[in-house]
């Protein structure tokens, strides 16, 4: 493959590549000197037309822990801000001989739209409200990590599912490594194809937490609400947020993943948060290894080559 656009295009048996590469990779984040050459003499841009905290700089540090050379691109710094289109500014990159684009853009179907327009590798870090592949692997990888398997796993996704690409991807993802999906939320929150999508749908949480292995509570997605968010905030974390009550109903040793960033005490408490059952910073540092296992791949690395 030139890119990676998304977990729906991908088999069961790509995805397994990918997090088997992300364990060594995880290795060299462990070490007190990260650097290694294997990506030395390769280039990537992350070109952003959103904010981000988390995806932006662990594309960042994955590509310098493997040696790759980096440029950040924002639109608002960038001549995105003087009308320039997004096959443009792909061509512009591309003339100036990068290998990979990191691409996280407000349209849905705008990073398929640059991996046309160049022969550069792409790599979607969130378009619209279609996929975020990178969030769903470093969640699969962390999943697999605490569980040992996917396979067979109740997994509960909470919270706006309508808007959140990280829900869909994490669907596409879960589905096809053998998970049980669960999706919780208001109605109105709630996408109109997702009974096609192999889930199973629960309008009470406290009925999608019974016995879950594990539950992603998802954040509120305010800035893609169209008319104002129903049900109200009050509302929502009254009936779809995460608390040491609700934790309870959920298997023994169930995990709580949230992508970040947080609205703490929206859809979920501090308490939970913080907690013990909580692997939301073991999803961040995954995060690292996924994607330097991502640019090694998509650069044509060979898995067995992969520096120990
Ligand atoms: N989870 C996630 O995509 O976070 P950022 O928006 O901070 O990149």
Not at 11 to 17: F, G, N, V
Not at 130 to 143: G, R
Not at 174 to 179: E, F, I, Q, S
């Amino acid at each position: 493959r030139k890119d990676l656009l998304g977990l729906r295009d991908l088999t069961a048996e790509e995805i397994s590549l990918i997090l088997d590469t992300a364990v060594p990779m995880k290795g060299i984040i462990g070490r007190k000197i990260k650097k290694t050459p294997t990506l030395r003499g390769r280039s990537v841009v992350t070109l952003f037309y959103e904010n981000s905290t988390r995806t932006r700089s662990s594309f960042d540090l994955a590509a310098k822990f493997l040696s790759a050379d980096t440029v950040g691109l924002s639109a608002s710094s960038s001549s995105v801000a003087k009308g320039e289109s997004l096959r443009d500014t792909g061509l512009t990159l591309n003339a100036m001989g990068v290998d990979v684009v990191v691409i996280r853009h407000p349209a849905s179907g705008a990073a398929e739209y640059l991996a046309r327009c160049i022969p550069a590798a792409v790599i979607n870090a969130g378009d619209g409200t279609h996929e975020h592949p990178t969030q769903a692997l470093l969640d699969l990888f962390t999943i697999r990590e605490k569980k040992g398997t996917l396979t067979g796993l109740k997994v509960a996704i909470v919270g706006d599912i309508l808007h959140s690409r990280v829900a869909r991807s994490n669907i596409w993802g879960l589905t096809k490594m053998g998970a049980e999906v669960r999706v919780s939320g208001p109605s109105t929150l709630m996408p109109p194809d997702i009974e096609q999508m192999g889930v199973k749908v629960y309008s009470e949480l406290d009925a999608a937490l019974e016995g879950a292995d594990v539950v992603n509570m998802l954040r509120i997605q305010l800035e893609r609400q169209q008319q104002g968010l129903f049900p109200s905030i009050r509302e929502y974390s009254r009936l779809f947020g995460m608390n040491q009550r609700r934790l309870e109903l959920t298997a023994p040793d169930a995990l709580v993943l949230h992508p970040g960033p947080i609205n703490r005490g929206v859809e979920i408490s501090a308490e939970v948060a913080y907690g013990s059952r909580s692997v939301i910073l073991d999803q961040v540092t995954n995060g690292v290894a996924v994607r330097m296992a991502l640019l090694y791949l998509l650069t044509g690395g060979e898995v067995n080559a992969i520096a120990h």
